[in-house]
C-alpha cells in the first residue's frame, strides 16, 4: 500500500507538471497570437493614418484655391509680375512697388532668384484685389548697373482697371543701342 500511495503521488505529480507545462505551452501561444493580433492592428491603423494624411493634403490644397478664389475673385484681382532680360547690363538687387501712392510690396533678390529670372522665369511679385477705376503703379528697381555702378530706376504706369483680371508686368530689358537697361512696365 505504501508503494501504491507513492505511485499514485508520482502520478498526481506528473500530471500536475505535464498539466502546469500545456498551460504554460498554450499561455505561450496566446502570447504569440496577442502579438501577431497586436502587430495586425498596429499595421491596419498605419495604412489608415497614411491614407487621412493623404486625404487632409488633398483637402488643404482645395482649401488654399477656394481661399485665393474668395479673396482674390478674378473680376476685382491685379497681378504684378517681373520678369528679366539677359541682364548684361543690369544685376537686380531689389524692387519696391506702390500702389496709387501706398508701397505695397518691396522685394530683395538673390543670386538664386536673380539667375532664374535671367533664364526666363517670371515671378509673382503681388496679387491684390482693385476697385474698377483709375490707379497708379509706380515700380523702383534698385540694383548694380554698367561698369558696376549702383543703379537706381523708376518706372510709372497709369491705367483704368476694368472687369476681369489685371496683369502688370515690371519688365527689366537690355537695351544694347544705348549699352543700358531699360524698365518698362506693361498691361497684359
Known sequence: MGVNKA??????LFATT???????????????????????????????????KTNIVGLNKDLRLMEEE????????????VSLDIGQFFK????????????VV??????KQRN????????????TNLNLGEHTLSAFFTGI??????YKRASELNFTKQKGSHYIELAVVDDF????????????
Do not use: M
Open 7 to 12: 505511485f499514485f503521488c508520482c502520478l498526481l
Open 18 to 52: 505535464l498539466s502546469q507545462a500545456e498551460k504554460i505551452e498554450f499561455a505561450g501561444e496566446q502570447r504569440k497570437q496577442t502579438a501577431q493580433q497586436a502587430l495586425d492592428t498596429v499595421k491596419d491603423l498605419s495604412r489608415e493614418i497614411q491614407q487621412l
Open 70 to 81: 474668395l479673396l482674390f475673385p478674378s473680376s476685382s484681382q491685379v497681378s504684378v509680375f
Open 92 to 103: 537686380l538687387e531689389s524692387i519696391k512697388v506702390k500702389l496709387d501712392g501706398k508701397q
Open 106 to 111: 518691396s522685394h530683395i533678390y538673390s543670386d
Open 116 to 127: 532664374a529670372l535671367a533664364r526666363g522665369g517670371v515671378q509673382r511679385l503681388y496679387l
Open 145 to 150: 548697373g554698367p561698369n558696376g555702378r549702383p
Open 177 to 188: 543701342s544705348k549699352q543700358e537697361p531699360t524698365f518698362v512696365i506693361k498691361q497684359w
